[in-house]
């Protein structure tokens, strides 16, 4: 862990998209005392993130605004946190500095693990900032091994499991998604561009018309992996009440998720809600 991050004179630029964590980093910086600054992203931010906080808004496309507050907020470090949905390139929109910075990064433009890394090297060779990952402040968000739930996985979710696994680790090798829902050994569906919500959610209604579950007992995993050659300072695997939620309205029997590279929010509300539905979460 950066030794340097609990000292108030280490400027963090928060680069915040969408969801909870980016909150939990702006309370975790007023915690320390430590000097913030956000930069929130049009259309994916939450308003209520910035209340009361030093910040900026900028588009997606608004690369030269993005440098400009770079240059003139001299920050030490920098985090890239939240959801945000990449545009096409004709909503994009872009100024004459995303058009330069596009062109530096080339082909990345197409997959999202390699975007965000061609971003932060981008960051750290033009800026000279260093940019962190969320578990370097939140330490405590990272999901161990091992199941933190009641309800544990039964030997056909192991082996469905096992199968997620294998599947998500090969559309992460090719920069595609991290999630995948298997039922009784069959791939249900595969994250890409949707995202884990709709994955779940088009699994619930593909499971339905199988109609293998004469019962009405939940079967059926979501399985998220980060990508074999994922950066560990961007975009890891994260769920929370929301992705329980939506598990447990698909009809789904549980969650496994990559421990030691996986981040679980608000864990004491996700375990209170998965024990109460019977299904079981599991750090693999």
């Known amino acids: 862990m950066n030794s340097t991050l609990h000292t108030p004179h280490s400027k963090l630029c928060i680069i915040a998209g969408g969801g909870g964590i980016p909150k939990l980093v702006v309370d975790a910086c007023v915690a320390q005392g430590r000097s913030f600054f956000i930069v929130a992203l049009e259309g994916h931010a939450d308003k209520e993130l910035v ?7 900028v588009r997606l496309g608004g690369a030269a605004k993005l440098a400009d507050i770079l240059n003139r907020e001299k920050f030490q470090e920098l985090v890239m946190i939240g959801s945000v949905h990449k545009p096409s390139f004709a909503a994009l929109k872009p100024d004459w500095a995303t058009v330069k910075y596009l ?7 197409t997959g999202e ?11 750290e060779e033009d800026f000279k900032i260093k940019v962190i990952g969320v578990q370097d402040i939140l330490g405590g968000l990272v999901l161990k091994k091992g199941c ?11 082996k469905d499991i096992d199968l997620g696994i294998a599947v998500a680790k090969n559309i992460g090798r090719a920069d595609i998604g991290q999630s995948v829902v298997i039922q009784d050994g069959i791939v249900l569906c595969v994250e890409a561009f949707e995202g884990t919500d709709e994955v779940i959610r088009r699994a619930g209604e593909l499971k ?10 939940p079967r059926g995993v979501l399985v998220k992996t980060a990508k074999p050659q994922q950066d560990s300072r961007l975009d890891l695997p994260t769920i929370g009440i929301n992705t329980v939620n ?4 698909a009809g789904l ?9 996986s981040l679980i929010i608000d864990i004491d509300s996700v375990r209170k809600l998965a024990d109460e539905a019977g299904i079981f979460i599991v750090g693999v």
């Open 246 to 249: 939506n598990v447990i309205e």
């Open 148 to 158: 933190i739930t009641k309800q544990s996985p039964d030997e056909a979710s192991v």
């Open 253 to 261: 029997s549980g969650i496994a998720i990559q421990a030691g590279k």
């Open 103 to 109: 062109a530096r990064i080339g082909k990345a433009w």
């Open 113 to 123: 693990d390699s975007l965000l890394r061609a971003i932060a090297s981008i960051i």
């Open 51 to 57: 209340a009361g906080c030093p910040h900026d808004w």
């Open 208 to 217: 339905q018309k199988r109609n293998l579950d004469p019962d009405n007992k």
